[in-house]
């Protein structure tokens, strides 16, 4: 089973209006962290925000907001005002305590119009 | 401070060669992990060290070797090149391997096998 799903290949938005961009994830361990990650057409993995499986309030970094539904298994990007310069693809990550590495799902392109 | 360096960003190499892909990661930083990149397979993991010791490897095979020295800089070799190897390679690095802090990812080599 996958342990990161990102449904949407490609979302749109209007400068300046809200997007989310979903995540579900799957694992059974109790200590994980979420992640959010950026990838211009440059290639670097831009960090965005974290959520730890242990953190009772959705994480907050400027714009980007998680929206964190533990019964869910779902870890929703939030991207608020956007602006042009966040067309990118975005990918959500999953780390487990137990493990060394991350998941990665298969990334959400992201297109702001003017 | 510096961020996670990568070299080299591009990369042509023909079938059957081998090539040496390189990462410096933040000063401090002890870990370092690879991740291949490809648009049909997604992000994948390729392996982790942390103080010289590999400590997690993905599903990768024998071709697909790394090592990390003693200034933590690792580096990741590829023998025997096959068309398919074409991909994006990144490496993060952090400072402990867990939680949110310092998993930075450098800009990635570009490697096309032709």
């Known amino acids: 089973a996958q342990k990161i799903t990102q449904t949407q290949p490609g979302m749109f938005v209007q400068e300046k209006e809200a997007v989310t961009l979903d995540c579900t994830y799957d694992t059974s361990d109790q200590s994980y962290g979420l992640f959010w990650y950026k990838q211009p057409s440059s290639g670097e993995m831009i960090f965005l925000i974290y959520?730890?499986?242990?953190?009772?309030q959705n994480a907050t970094e400027g714009r980007y907001s998680l929206n964190f539904q533990k019964a869910r298994k779902s870890a929703n990007l939030v991207i608020s005002a956007s602006q042009l310069g966040d067309s990118a693809m975005y990918f959500c990550?999953?780390?487990?305590?137990?493990?060394?590495?991350?998941?990665f799902g298969t990334g959400t392109s992201l297109t702001v119009i003017p | 401070k510096a961020g996670v360096t990568q070299t080299p960003r591009y990369l042509i190499k023909t079938r059957g060669q081998q090539v040496t892909l390189s990462c410096s990661p933040i000063?401090?930083?002890?870990?370092v992990s690879w991740y291949q990149q490809t648009p049909g397979q997604g992000l994948q993991f390729l392996f982790e060290?942390?103080?010289?010791?590999?400590?997690n490897k993905g599903n990768f095979p024998g071709r697909f070797s790394g090592r990390q020295f003693s200034n933590s800089r690792s580096e990741m070799n590829v023998s025997t090149l096959e068309l398919g190897d074409s991909a994006l390679y990144l490496c993060a690095s952090s400072s402990r391997g867990q939680g949110r802090n310092g998993y930075t990812f450098g800009s990635g080599t570009r490697l096309t096998v032709v």
């Open positions: 990550a999953m780390r487990e305590n137990t493990g060394n590495q991350f998941y």
């Open positions: 000063s401090g930083h002890r870990s």
């Open positions: 959520q730890g499986s242990y953190d009772e």
């Open positions: 060290y942390f103080s010289e010791t590999q400590r």
